[in-house]
DNA sequence: GCAAAAGTGTTTCCGGTACACCCATGG
DNA sequence: CCATGGGTGTACCGGAAACACTTTTGC
């Protein structure tokens, strides 16, 4: 590598971190692992995420590290911002590219890791190791931006699903309640949806419509 | 420097390149530097970049390149997007953080630099070295948002300015023509202005109000 | 009086928001 | 018949867009 400068200098070097999202129970959950012990914050919490291999992109880093993490399949990945203050990695000078990432919320595909990781929702987010706070902030900012602006809810949702299960998604992202009325005119003026002509029965309760995304 | 990995892999390096804008005879213009003789791409248009030093931020490395260039200071700065294809630098594995920058448009704080560099009209950008022109494009589009939806407008302009003058710019950034009385409602609505009760009286025409912004 | 740019209002349409009641079902 | 969530409509407001003529000046 032709890189390294004449005065010895080492560059700074990139990482890759996943703010992966996924809907649990109708609730916005983010993945987390436990920091090993040989890192600088052993034992801690913290996205998941790891350095660029000289041969991937950070979308093909971010979905290795979910791979090898928890066993977990991207479904919708974007990148939000990169974190470049000198000492946020304690190790050396380390450059982050944060992701947004949907994670597949069928349950079968996703496998029990060597890693300690588990979905936390984001109202009861621990303090994380390194900057890791700050990237989720910024992630779900964005993820709260997109879920009005971008089809992104389609990735947040199973198949098929109920208009009042669509609410419950947009109002654990907002992190606050939408009027009835107005989200399912909003919605359906958006012709993103279909209308399968079936309903789900559920309890002592009127059946509900289902829907799919376009 | 405790990065390295046992198996003798180099990791990807970090750079910042600058897209940086100015107004010219309220003409949209972006800065260019001639790739230099030892470079991959020899003589040809780029982007002011370079390598991020090892005690120093993406943004504080953008002034450093701009400053050193082309004796350029940045009067606004915000990253734009990460560029991490695999072979994007010929020379080795290079990301690159992207900035959107506005330069003064004061002439006198811009002196001539040792490299060559120039402003060229975002209308007559030619074939860039590396993906400049991708890295361009991308940070144009955001131009277009930011110029509706934040402040920026005000680092375009000179101090004091005409509406007319403030809407060329508009028109430029967009590069599209914009209705003249929307356009003093929308801007004169949002309460950003500051009418200096003063006119600029030039050649044969009615005389313009004089602005800044507040 | 004319050329050249400055300046000025009204109407229409659309999306966002506030707000309250009836419907279908199982027990 | 009642409890539970499913489903519906109207009125108001503000921003966006379309659109043409009068004013001020120097010559």
Known sequence: MKLKSKSNIVFAVVAA?????????????VLLEKAPKYSPFPGEWALVGGMLHPRETAEEAVNRLLEERAGIKSIYKEQVYTFSKIDR????????????????????????????????????????????NEILKNVLEKLKFNIFNTNIAKYLMRKEFTLSELQNVYETVLGKNIDKRNFRKKILSQDILKDLHKVRKEGVMRP???????
């Not at 069928?106 to 890693?115: G, I, V």
């Open 208 to 214: 509900a419509k289902i829907y799919i995304f376009k």
């Open 17 to 29: 971190d996943a703010v992966c999202f996924r809907i649990i129970n109708e609730k916005l959950h």
């Open 89 to 132: 990695d304690p190790r050396g000078r380390v450059v982050s590219i944060a992701y947004l990432v949907v994670a597949s919320s069928n349950p079968q595909e996703l496998k029990k890791a060597d890693l300690e990781t588990e979905w936390m929702t984001v109202k009861s987010i621990p303090k994380l190791a390194y900057d890791h």
